[in-house]
């Protein structure tokens, strides 16, 4: 009897530590967020000459992130068009409360899709946003990450698994019945930014923490590379980001919209477009508009009504070439590609061999690449593995490879076909902090490999295949 009476003790003391130390790291997050010190740069909104695309995951997220960016430049003469990735048709918390039932049906799910898209028609509708002006992929959501990742060809389509279904279900989609994979979706981007060569893209931040969003950047940075194309400028918006933006006591409208304190000093340029009080006011009313969210998230879409809209700038990178040997190459300023936050999960306080907080990369003298992921602390190699992500990208074709390092053993493989790649002499060295990567120039002198101008690429650890940390995506240069 003692003892069962001491394991009920202990575990309610354990239970008590591991309740307090989250209270504890949530609120520490809340007030950095809340005191962060920085002065963005501020922007006025595109003006007559300009045409500005939108590309959202969900419906909501173009008036949350970008709402009065689209009146603003409305108003200057602009034109705007509005991409919606999905119909936010998986939300189930949202989608039960507006059946009020517990198992809904696919048909239900699609309605509810529906529903989602009739409110952000008529949220854009108030900033001046005609139907016409409005494009609905009909992709699934939830789903935009693993057709990005594995359902990339049409050969292994995905399934919903709220609409139950492997091609849009929707007749208002941009293309009838198309069938979900990350392919249809580069194609449907393509086509719509080559018809309307935008001089604007506005679209999701890579460091968004919902797979749909960071997914929607991931494609259209894709697209653009792909199609060459450049815009005079890329804009993100950030929507999920932890216990951000930070709410306040009293009005909602006292401070302007300031980036997360961990993105600080990753890499991303910050600008602010201010808001009048007359805009503030239409914002909120636009938001309110999204019935179906207001009912789970409306305090949380009220922290987005605030004096300012914030948008950020995340420039491609450039490979190092040529410029030591291979022993010269070390970690350093001129070779960083990604700089990750750090603890930015609560695991990443346990784990820290586990959080990344940078990615180099250089290419040496003598052709070989090397790759370099750096971590908070020390890395037990016994424990965790790594990953990178890396799509190489011309004109013509894309090759998709994720290289896995369990240990000293490099494993290659192609993600969109599960298919492992019988490539050797990748040596991997782990240096406390600093995992290692040296690919011989003899792979890049393989047909799969010729002729790739660009890399996408992003950093992950997992512990035992469960995700621990994953990086943004970044765009690099290699010409």
């Given at each position: 009897?003692?003892?069962?009476?001491?394991?009920?003790?202990?575990?309610?003391?354990?239970?008590?530590?591991?309740?307090?130390?989250?209270?504890?790291?949530?609120?520490?997050?809340?007030?950095?967020?809340?005191?962060?010190?920085?002065?963005?740069?501020?922007?006025?909104?595109?003006?007559?000459?300009?045409?500005?695309?939108?590309?959202?995951?969900?419906?909501?997220?173009?008036?949350?992130?970008?709402?009065?960016?689209?009146?603003?430049?409305?108003?200057?003469?602009?034109?705007?068009?509005?991409?919606?990735?999905?119909?936010?048709?998986?939300?189930?918390?949202?989608?039960?409360?507006?059946?009020?039932?517990?198992?809904?049906?696919?048909?239900?799910?699609?309605?509810?899709?529906?529903?989602?898209?009739?409110?952000?028609?008529?949220?854009?509708?108030?900033?001046?946003?005609?139907?016409?002006?409005?494009?609905?992929?009909?992709?699934?959501?939830?789903?935009?990450?693993?057709?990005?990742?594995?359902?990339?060809?049409?050969?292994?389509?995905?399934?919903?698994?709220?609409?139950?279904?492997?091609?849009?279900?929707?007749?208002?989609?941009?293309?009838?019945?198309?069938?979900?994979?990350?392919?249809?979706?580069v194609a449907d981007?393509?086509?719509?930014?080559?018809?309307?060569?935008?001089?604007?893209?506005?679209?999701?931040?890579?460091?968004?923490?919902?797979?749909?969003?960071?997914?929607?950047?991931?494609?259209?940075?894709?697209?653009?590379?792909?199609?060459?194309?450049?815009?005079?400028?890329?804009?993100?918006?950030?929507?999920?980001?932890?216990?951000?933006?930070?709410?306040?006591?009293?009005?909602?409208?006292?401070?302007?919209?300031?980036?997360?304190?961990?993105?600080?000093?990753?890499?991303?340029?910050?600008?602010?477009?201010?808001?009048?009080?007359?805009?503030?006011?239409?914002?909120?009313?636009?938001?309110?508009?999204?019935?179906?969210?207001?009912?789970?998230?409306?305090?949380?879409?009220?922290?987005?009504?605030?004096?300012?809209?914030?948008?950020?700038?995340?420039?491609?990178?450039k490979l190092i070439?040529?410029?030591?040997?291979?022993?010269?190459?070390?970690?350093?300023?001129?070779?960083?590609?990604?700089?990750?936050?750090?603890?930015?999960?609560?695991?990443?306080?346990?784990?820290?061999?586990?959080?990344?907080?940078?990615?180099?990369?250089?290419?040496?003298?003598?052709?070989?690449?090397?790759?370099?992921?750096?971590?908070?602390?020390?890395?037990?190699?016994?424990?965790?593995e790594y990953r990178?992500?890396?799509?190489?990208?011309?004109?013509?074709?894309?090759?998709?490879?994720?290289?896995?390092?369990?240990?000293?053993?490099?494993?290659?493989?192609?993600?969109?076909?599960?298919?492992?790649?019988?490539?050797?002499?990748?040596?991997?060295?782990?240096?406390?902090?600093?995992?290692?990567?040296?690919?011989?120039?003899?792979?890049?002198?393989?047909?799969?490999?010729?002729?790739?101008?660009?890399?996408?690429?992003?950093?992950?650890?997992?512990?035992?295949?469960?995700?621990?940390?994953?990086?943004?995506?970044?765009?690099?240069?290699?010409?």
């Amino acid at each position: 009897m003692k003892k069962i009476l001491k394991r009920r003790v202990l575990l309610v003391a354990s239970t008590l530590i591991i309740v307090f130390a989250f209270v504890f790291i949530l609120s520490d997050q809340m007030a950095a967020n809340y005191m962060v010190d920085t002065t963005p740069e501020h922007i006025g909104a595109p003006g007559a000459d300009s045409r500005v695309l939108i590309i959202a995951p969900h419906p909501d997220d173009e008036t949350l992130g970008a709402g009065m960016l689209i009146k603003k430049t409305l108003a200057n003469g602009g034109k705007v068009k509005v991409v919606l990735m999905t119909n936010g048709d998986g939300y189930r918390v949202a989608a039960h409360l507006d059946y009020t039932k517990l198992k809904l049906t696919s048909k239900e799910y699609i309605n509810f899709g529906y529903t989602r898209q009739q409110e952000s028609v008529k949220a854009l509708a108030s900033s001046g946003v005609s139907e016409s002006d409005i494009i609905f992929l009909g992709y699934p959501d939830g789903g935009l990450a693993s057709l990005w990742s594995s359902n990339w060809n049409p050969t292994s389509p995905y399934t919903s698994p709220y609409t139950q279904a492997e091609r849009s279900p929707y007749t208002s989609s941009f293309k009838k019945n198309r069938l979900y994979c990350g392919q249809n979706v580069v194609a449907d981007l393509s086509q719509i930014i080559h018809d309307f060569q935008p001089t604007d893209i506005v679209m999701p931040h890579p460091n968004d923490k919902h797979p749909d969003h960071w997914a929607t950047n991931a494609f259209t940075k894709y697209t653009l590379t792909v199609l060459n194309y450049s815009p005079q400028k890329e804009w993100l918006y950030l929507i999920h980001r932890g216990l951000w933006p930070s709410p306040e006591a009293g009005s909602q409208h006292k401070r302007d919209l300031a980036p997360p304190a961990k993105l600080l000093k990753t890499g991303t340029k910050w600008y602010t477009l201010d808001l009048t009080d007359q805009e503030i006011r239409l914002k909120t009313e636009a938001i309110k508009l999204y019935h179906s969210q207001q009912k789970t998230l409306g305090f949380q879409m009220s922290c987005f009504e605030k004096p300012s809209e914030l948008f950020g700038q995340y420039t491609d990178a450039k490979l190092i070439s040529g410029m030591h040997i291979d022993s010269d190459i070390t970690p350093n300023a001129g070779n960083i590609l990604i700089q990750d936050p750090v603890q930015d999960k609560l695991l990443l306080d346990v784990d820290k061999g586990g959080d990344i907080l940078a990615v180099y990369a250089e290419i040496s003298k003598e052709g070989n690449l090397h790759l370099i992921i750096q971590t908070d602390q020390k890395m037990i190699k016994e424990l965790n593995e790594y990953r990178y992500n890396l799509v190489f990208i011309n004109k013509e074709k894309s090759l998709h490879l994720t290289l896995t390092i369990k240990g000293n053993e490099v494993y290659v493989q192609d993600p969109t076909t599960d298919y492992t790649m019988n490539i050797t002499n990748i040596q991997a060295a782990n240096q406390g902090k600093y995992l290692k990567l040296v690919i011989p120039k003899s792979i890049f002198s393989q047909p799969e490999f010729d002729h790739y101008d660009h890399v996408f690429m992003d950093a992950e650890s997992a512990f035992n295949n469960h995700l621990i940390d994953k990086t943004a995506w970044r765009m690099i240069d290699t010409r």
